[in-house]
């Protein structure tokens, strides 16, 4: 059964703290891999496709990196306006339908 | 500016009175769905459409329908609403691999 796991739950940094977060993945065959950033009471915004092993993509403060099991998103010196949740969704080759993780709450303190 | 309208954007409501969330695109994609999205659960799909004319069922389809007479529009329909259908609600269209959704309607069904 295709699955995503994310973790942690929830992460509390101090401003200027690197980290990562984690998504973990089983499908069939995976034709790309999601993240997304939610803001609270607002709908998720697409943040980086990753569609291949090895591949990496960066926006600002986020990177994007993609195993064949897991992609993570490293988050550097951040701040706290990259509070949000983080979500992570992957469509396989045999299902059209996005597969979606329940989420990774990011807090930043000042 | 290209975007997903949903409307209304919070509402309270009682057991049993139908209701209607309207959901509209300006992108001229394809593909449109709906979700909700309960603490602890993430996001779930209730239906999906492919184009005009074509729906179909996604995870949680129970107690809603869908129509999608125009390739603009995608309204969600809760013929006899329950307290178990309280939540918050997105609509999404997709372009290629990416996907875009609206800010959100708060259902509250008392």
């Known amino acids: 059964e295709d699955q995503v796991t994310q973790s942690p739950e929830a992460l509390r940094l101090q401003e200027g703290e690197s980290s990562s977060l984690n998504c973990s993945y089983t499908?069939?065959?995976?034709?790309?891999l999601f993240w997304y950033r939610q803001d609270p009471g607002k709908g998720p915004e697409f943040l980086f496709t990753?569609?291949?092993?090895?591949e990496e993509k960066e926006k600002e403060r986020l990177k994007a990196t993609l195993t064949k099991k897991e992609s993570f998103l490293h988050i550097t010196a951040p701040k706290p306006e990259d509070s949000a949740t983080y979500l992570c969704?992957?469509?396989?080759?045999?299902?059209?339908?996005?597969?979606w993780g329940a989420g990774t709450k990011l807090i930043i303190k000042p | 500016e290209a975007q997903v309208t949903q409307n209304p954007r919070y509402l309270i409501t009682v057991t049993g009175k139908k209701l209607t969330v309207t959901c509209s695109q300006n992108?001229?994609?394809?593909?449109m769905s709906w979700y909700r999205q309960d603490p602890g659960l993430g996001l779930r799909q209730i239906y999906y459409?492919?184009?005009?004319?074509?729906?179909d069922k996604g995870d949680v389809p129970e107690g809603y329908k869908v129509s999608r007479k125009e390739k603009r529009n995608f309204p969600l329909i809760l013929e006899s609403p329950s307290p178990n259908q309280t939540s918050l609600y997105f609509c999404a269209s997709r372009i290629l691999d990416t996907q875009y959704f609206g800010p959100g309607t708060r259902l509250t069904v008392l």
């Open positions: 499908v069939s065959g995976l034709r790309g």
């Open positions: 990753l569609y291949s092993a090895g």
């Open positions: 992108m001229n994609h394809e593909y």
């Open positions: 969704a992957v469509l396989s080759d045999s299902n059209y339908q996005l597969i």
């Open positions: 459409s492919m184009n005009v004319e074509v729906t």
